[in-house]
Structure formats: structure tokens, C-alpha cells
């Protein structure tokens, strides 16, 4: 059985949720006849037409926009960021708008996904490669998610359509083609949104990630324990909102030190918000204090030299870690 | 005299701390400009960081593997060429005053070392007047903290392998997993500190700066040694000692002593007026409860087992081995307990369960002759007795008819050092008048 890559995994995902229910639709920049920037759409359009595979101009705010009437009147529509960092074109509608419909309209709900490639490592420049779910975890009302694994990329995309709340799907576009797996035929893959994934066991420390970084702390745990003894736990949030606790408060009563790591840059990340939540749960577990492995408070360099200074490497995961497991 | 600062510098703009890896110049060392003086290591680099001026590294702040928020102060270079040819700076700025109390290795100089001040102990950033709270905050973690107080552990008495000597939690699991030491002080006899005492923030004052004279012979603690000074130390800390000295008069026992001992060498036992007072002890601590407990945070513990430490001077130091169920033993049993465990005391064939889980102690500073002992308390216990000396002693004696005589009676004084805390004085006193009731007229049919 051929191997499913993540791209092609969520495109899976779309087209399962597209034949089972008829009130999904997507919309988005080229996504239709081209197939999307990433051809993350590629013949989707062919198999459901252009009515529920919708190319739209370039204005992400009327995407959002188009979308969230749309999930008012029953549909389950699915938006397209050509590149994640646009949604900021969207943001007064996502935050002022979508997350607070519920709340402000008598629970009217407004089950809608927006998704796109977030993530940098592909030389992309500061414009093609921002992570940016701090800037939205701080939304009551939206969901997010960020899958790492081809499994988990068609499990979220099928669970966050099928939410009755807006979930914002961060798809990191490094991990499109490099990340594969075989997926079982036949059985339905759905990915609880809010709950970890414990992609490592370990004893000795813990790295809390997700996304792309995932791949990089479980190098670096392999790394840790044939060069140092070291067993370390490496836990795949996976949701970042709601995020899932008691997966963090387990971890870190298991092995009290505790590694952060994120390709966000630090300041205001969500590494901060994690050490925050241990700090109210568990802060008697802890053997060593909380640290964080991040992107430097740059935007992200085009120059491939600089690009891999700033983000969080491999190396860094194992220096941060061996410093942990020395305290 | 200039001294000019070195600082930990920021090595990019997100960083705010770094690490001090390595010193590779010491105290006294002479540096030039731009001479690479110390490592550091931030999250992202690792750099040897150079000396802003020439001079003579004067005094270092910050120690290896000390983590420090940028533009600390981390040494001082003097660059006076007065001051740098003048005598060396004292070492006494620089040794912290107080040796780390659980430091991996004691600073110890087997052979004198010419005077090169450069002996500063491993010590952490000690600033000499730190309070416990600080000790322990650097010295621990909240999770080992946690365990400590859980295990009612001496964290001061737990070697330490994380950065700085800190005690982990891989070195409080592997301190229960291996329990006290196969032979230990009443440090270990004893479950160490009862944690209560701890509230508060108490001022450490730091000991004298002792320096080894030339011809002096330093002998690094044993571990025997290190948790016998730390568990006399605390035990001072955590209680209100307390002594009340009694004469008692040991004539009847002396006799019953003497009529018994042939019989009792025939069964292998050394009848001694220990044995004697063991039984009395014993046979009182039931009706004295207070005197047969331990405090915990702010209870009293009353034990309900009567376990009856007796103190055994070794050559190497000093043990508690403990006759279990001490109240149910006769004069034999007691007899025979106490000579059984200081022989095998002197031989290292204790078990380590035999010198725990005491209630009451009993030391015999009298057998060197000595008048009366002023014992320190074998935490958690709450009292601890010192038998005199017994020796024959002119007394006034009261005949039937009310005349007064001077005679002859054998006697010796008895110290009990109590935990005021929760033994009052009249709990104390009436305790040993019932002591010196059972002696001075101890039943025949006992013996």
C-alpha cells in the first residue's frame, strides 16, 4: 500500500467530509481548476464542481467573510490562506466576527474551517513563512489546531469540519511532501481536537511541541539517549485551543523537567502560555525550571544561512535538553 | 585601586541570560586586553567571552554553571599595576564564609598547599548571610521540596548531583531506594528532621573562616561524621533543650547487682547497672508518654512501641543501636540486648533496621568516670538520658528514730534533656522521681 503524505492527507480528509456531507464547500484563492498553491485542491473541483470548490478574488477578508454567512445558514465551508500569513487580513472578521457569534447572537453557530500553509525552513521570507497561532490563541471563540502527522492532518481537518465552532487549521507547508505514512483503508480517521499525543515515551525530561517541531524533538530525543543515556518524552499538542492539560500535567509529573519548543518566535508564543498553565497545575512536580526553545524575535530571514539561525534546530532542542537534565 | 567590571554580555537581542560554563582564568591570574577570561553558553551560542582590560582577575561573582541575567556583574579585574604588585587580595574575599553545606566534594587540602587563595570551594553564588529558605530554594526544587516534606527528609543531608550541588529528584529516589547508610548515626537512626521548624525564614550565621596552619593535619569528614555534625546541629535548631539532673541512690541495685552477677554470667550476660536502669526506663516511659514521643509539624507523636536507643561509643564515631519492644524484655532480655548490640555495634554487624524507629535514648557518659552528661536530643525523640557516673559516696543517712548519720551509699546522678517544646518541667521531674523510685527500691523479683 503506497504511503499517504501530509498534503495528500488532507486532501483526503476534504474529500471524505466533501462525499459524506453536501454542505461542505470550499472556497479560496485558485484553489479550483488550478488545485491550490500547494495543489492541496488538486481535482477536487472535477469531482464536486465549481459550485462547492470555489475560486474567489484576492481578499481574504471577504473569504472569511462569504464563509461565516454561509455557516449561519447551515453550511460547513472551508477557506483556503493561500499562505497562513494573510489571514491577518482576516483578523478583525475572525476575532470581532466569527469568534464571537455564538456569543453575541442568541448561540448562532458558525461551524467553519479556515486553513493554510503556516510554517518556515522552505526559504520563503518573512512574508510566506510566519507561524501565527499566538496571535489567535488569544481568541475565545476560535479553536486551533496544528497537525504534525499525516494521520493527524486528515484526522483534524475531518474533526474541525465537522465542529460546530470555527477552527483555525495550521498546516505547516514544510511537512507537506516530507511527511508520510500509511494510513489504514477503510477506517474512518478522526482526531479528537483538544487532546495530545504522546509521540514519545521518556522518563528523564519532556519536550511539549507541536507542529513541525515534533519531528525535530523526536531527533533530538534519539539523539539524547545514544549519545547521553537520556530518556525523553516528547508530547504532540497537536490543539493548541482548547489545549489539553491534563496530556502537560501528566508529562510533567512524570518526568519534572520540562522543554518547550515552538518554530513561533518567543515573545508572547505559546511556550509562554504553557509554562503559565504548569505553573498553576503542577509547579510542585517541577525539578528544574521551564525552558523554552523558540524562534529568535526576528521576522523570519530569507537568506537560508540566517533562516536556519533563527529558527529552533535540532542542536538546540539537545543543548536546551542536556542542560535540563544537568540541573 | 581600579577595579573595572566584567559583565555578562547580551549575545543577541532576544536573549536575557546566560549560562557561565567555564572560568578559564582564576583568581590572581593576570589577563591581558581581549584575553578570552570565561565560557558562556546561551540558547543559541556558545562564546568565550575577553577581558575589557588588561590587569588581574580580582574576584569572581559568578560561579561555573551559575545561570545569570545579562549585564551581571561576573568578576571584577583589577588594573592597578600598584595594587596588582601589592599582596595578593586576601582570600578571605573571596572563600565564602560557609562551606556549601552538602557540596559534592569538602574543600579539603590533604597537604598544604602553597598560599595561592585559589581553593574556593565550589560554592554557588554564597553570599554568606542567605537564610535557610534561600539554601534550600537553590539548593532544591519545588518537586524535591515536595518529596522532602512528604519523606520528612533533611534536604542538608542529601548529597546533591544537579548544577551547584542541587539535590534533584533522581538523588531523593536514590536516597529512600538505599535508605540511611548500613551504619549511620543517630542522624539516620532516626527519621531526619521533623519539618515543622522550617515556617518561617531562620538566619543561618555563617561559622568561622578556618584556615589550616602549617603542620596541621586536615581530615576531610567521614560520612559518620557529616551526618552526626548535621543532625546535632539541627537537633539544637529544631528544640528547646532542657536537662534535670536526679541523684539516685544505687545501693539496692549494687547489692542485687552483686547477687545476680555470677548467675547471670552463667548465661552469658555482663549484668551492669545499664541493664538496670534500661529496665527502670522501660518500665516508667508507659506512664510518662510525653517523654516517648516526637513532634511532627505542630502535633506530638506518642509512640505506642517503647524502642530504647542506647548510645555506643565507636572508635570512628558515634551510634544508636535500638532494643525494639524495650518494655517487654526482663532484666536478662535487657541485659542481654544491650551488650549484644554495642559488641556488634563495635564490629560493624548491625542491620540497618536495629538503629531505627528509637523513642527514648539513653547515653552513659559515666563509664569515663564522668559526673554528669548534658546530652543533645536524637531527633525526633523528645528526651534523651545521661547516666553519671556510680561510685560510692558519703550520704546523710535518716535512722528510724530521726537521727542523722553520715554513710556510705553508692550513687549517681541521672540527666534527662527534654524537647521543652512539648515536655513541661514537672513532666520531666516526675519522670525521674519515678526513675529513682524504681531503682532505689527495685524488686527482687525483677532480677
Given at each position: 500500500m503506497a504511503e499517504t503524505t501530509y498534503l495528500e492527507a488532507i486532501r483526503q480528509g476534504l474529500f471524505e467530509e466533501m462525499a459524506r456531507d453536501e454542505r461542505v464547500f470550499l472556497l479560496g484563492e485558485d484553489i479550483g481548476a488550478f488545485g491550490g498553491a500547494f495543489k492541496v485542491t488538486e481535482g477536487l473541483q472535477a469531482r464536486f464542481g465549481e459550485d462547492r470548490v470555489i475560486d474567489t478574488p484576492i481578499a481574504e477578508v471577504a473569504i472569511v467573510g462569504a464563509a461565516a454567512g454561509a455557516a449561519h445558514m447551515g453550511f460547513r465551508p472551508v477557506c483556503e490562506m493561500q499562505f497562513i500569513d494573510f489571514m491577518s487580513n482576516a483578523y478583525?472578521?475572525?476575532?470581532?466576527?466569527?469568534?464571537?457569534?455564538?456569543?453575541?447572537?442568541?448561540?448562532?453557530?458558525?461551524?467553519?474551517?479556515?486553513?493554510?500553509?503556516?510554517?518556515?525552513?522552505?526559504?520563503?521570507?518573512?512574508?510566506?513563512?510566519?507561524?501565527?497561532?499566538?496571535?489567535?490563541?488569544?481568541?475565545?471563540?476560535?479553536?486551533?489546531?496544528?497537525?504534525?502527522?499525516?494521520?493527524?492532518?486528515?484526522?483534524?481537518?475531518?474533526?474541525?469540519?465537522?465542529?460546530?465552532?470555527?477552527?483555525?487549521?495550521?498546516?505547516?507547508?514544510?511537512?507537506?511532501?516530507?511527511?508520510?505514512?500509511?494510513?489504514?483503508?477503510?477506517?474512518e480517521i478522526l482526531t479528537p481536537i483538544g487532546r495530545a499525543r504522546l509521540a514519545r515515551e521518556g522518563k528523564d525530561l519532556s519536550i511539549i511541541t507541536y507542529s513541525a517541531m515534533v519531528f525535530k524533538a523526536l531527533e533530538a530525543a534519539e539523539q539524547l539517549e545514544r549519545e547521553d543515556g537520556l530518556s525523553v518524552e516528547v508530547l504532540d499538542l497537536r490543539s493548541l485551543l482548547p489545549m489539553?492539560?491534563?496530556?502537560?500535567?501528566?508529562?510533567?509529573?512524570?518526568?519534572?523537567?520540562?522543554?518547550?519548543?515552538?518554530?513561533?518566535?518567543?515573545?508572547?508564543?505559546v511556550a509562554g502560555e504553557i509554562t503559565a498553565r504548569i505553573n498553576d497545575l503542577c509547579f510542585e512536580w517541577l525539578d528544574a525550571p521551564v525552558r523554552r526553545v523558540c524562534a529568535h524575535d526576528v521576522p523570519l530571514p530569507f537568506a537560508p544561512t540566517l533562516e536556519d539561525y533563527v529558527l529552533p534546530q535540532t542542536a538546540d532542542l539537545v543543548k536546551a535538553a542536556r542542560w535540563l537534565a544537568a540541573y | 585601586m581600579a577595579k573595572i567590571d566584567v559583565i555578562m554580555p547580551q549575545m543577541g537581542e532576544s536573549i536575557t541570560e546566560g549560562t557561565l560554563s567555564k572560568w578559564l582564568k582564576k583568581v590572581g591570574d593576570p589577563?591581558?586586553?581581549?584575553?578570552?577570561?570565561?565560557?558562556?553558553?546561551?540558547?543559541?551560542?556558545?562564546?568565550?567571552?575577553?577581558?575589557?582590560?588588561?590587569?588581574?582577575?580580582?574576584?569572581?561573582?559568578?560561579?561555573?554553571g551559575q545561570t545569570v541575567a545579562v549585564q551581571t556583574v561576573v568578576a571584577r579585574i583589577e588594573t592597578d599595576a600598584a595594587a596588582v604588585s601589592a599582596p595578593a587580595p586576601t582570600p578571605a574575599a573571596i572563600v565564602p564564609p560557609v562551606p556549601p553545606p552538602a557540596a559534592p566534594a569538602p574543600p579539603a587540602r590533604v597537604e598544604p598547599v602553597p598560599a595561592l587563595p585559589l581553593v574556593a570551594p565550589p560554592a554557588p553564588a554564597a553570599a554568606g548571610d542567605e537564610s535557610l529558605e534561600d539554601r534550600l530554594r537553590r539548593k532544591s526544587s519545588p518537586l524535591v521540596r515536595k518529596m522532602a516534606a512528604e519523606h520528612q527528609l533533611d534536604l542538608s543531608a542529601i548529597p546533591g548531583s544537579g548544577l551547584a550541588g542541587r539535590v534533584t529528584k533522581g538523588d531523593v529516589l536514590s536516597y529512600l531506594e538505599k535508605g540511611p547508610p548500613p551504619v549511620a548515626p543517630p542522624a539516620a537512626a532516626a527519621p531526619m528532621v521533623p519539618a515543622s521548624p522550617v515556617a518561617g525564614a531562620v538566619h543561618l550565621i555563617p561559622g568561622p573562616v578556618v584556615e589550616p596552619w602549617e603542620g596541621d593535619r586536615v581530615e576531610p569528614w567521614s560520612r559518620i561524621r557529616k551526618l552526626t555534625a548535621d543532625h546535632m546541629i539541627m537537633s539544637r535548631r529544631v528544640s528547646a533543650h532542657v536537662q534535670s539532673v536526679i541523684e539516685i541512690d544505687y545501693t539496692r541495685v549494687g547489692q542485687l547487682r552483686a547477687a545476680k552477677k555470677a548467675d547471670y554470667a552463667g548465661r552469658g550476660v555482663n549484668l551492669t547497672y545499664l541493664a538496670f536502669i534500661a529496665k527502670a526506663v522501660a518500665d516508667n516511659l508507659r506512664k510518662h508518654p510525653v517523654l516517648n514521643a516526637a513532634v511532627m509539624g505542630e502535633s506530638t507523636v506518642f509512640r505506642r512501641e517503647i524502642n530504647l536507643g542506647v548510645a555506643v561509643a565507636l572508635d570512628w564515631g558515634l551510634i544508636v543501636p535500638v532494643i525494639r519492644h524495650a518494655d517487654e524484655l526482663s532484666l536478662l532480655g535487657l541485659a542481654r540486648a544491650i551488650s549484644d548490640l554495642a559488641e556488634r555495634a563495635r564490629t560493624k554487624r548491625l542491620n540497618p533496621d536495629e538503629i531505627q524507629r528509637g523513642t527514648f535514648s539513653i547515653t552513659n557518659p559515666g563509664g569515663f568516670g564522668t559526673f554528669i552528661g548534658l546530652p543533645v536530643l536524637n531527633q525526633p525523640q523528645s528526651a534523651i538520658l545521661a547516666v553519671g557516673t556510680i561510685e560510692k559516696r558519703p550520704a546523710v543517712i535518716t535512722a528510724p528514730d530521726g537521727t542523722d548519720a553520715l554513710g556510705i551509699r553508692t550513687k549517681g546522678m541521672l540527666a534527662l534533656s527534654f524537647d521543652h517544646r512539648i515536655v513541661d518541667g514537672a513532666d520531666a521531674d516526675r519522670f525521674l522521681a519515678d526513675l529513682r523510685k524504681s531503682l532505689e527500691g527495685f524488686a527482687e523479683n525483677a532480677t
Open positions: 478583525s472578521f475572525l476575532t470581532n466576527y466569527v469568534a464571537t457569534a455564538r456569543y453575541r447572537a442568541g448561540g448562532l453557530a458558525t461551524p467553519m474551517v479556515v486553513r493554510g500553509p503556516s510554517g518556515g525552513g522552505v526559504r520563503g521570507g518573512p512574508f510566506h513563512s510566519q507561524n501565527v497561532e499566538a496571535a489567535y490563541l488569544h481568541t475565545p471563540g476560535l479553536k486551533i489546531v496544528c497537525p504534525a502527522t499525516a494521520r493527524d492532518a486528515k484526522g483534524l481537518i475531518k474533526s474541525a469540519i465537522r465542529d460546530d465552532d470555527p477552527v483555525l487549521y495550521l498546516e505547516h507547508k514544510y511537512l507537506y511532501r516530507r511527511i508520510k505514512e500509511h494510513l489504514p483503508e477503510g477506517e489539553d492539560d491534563a496530556a502537560i500535567v501528566a508529562t510533567v509529573k512524570k518526568t519534572s523537567r520540562v522543554l518547550i519548543a515552538h518554530e513561533d518566535t518567543r515573545t508572547g508564543g | 589577563v591581558k586586553r581581549d584575553e578570552p577570561i570565561f565560557e558562556i553558553s546561551t540558547d543559541k551560542v556558545d562564546a568565550e567571552i575577553p577581558a575589557p582590560m588588561a590587569g588581574v582577575l580580582a574576584e569572581v561573582l559568578v560561579q561555573e
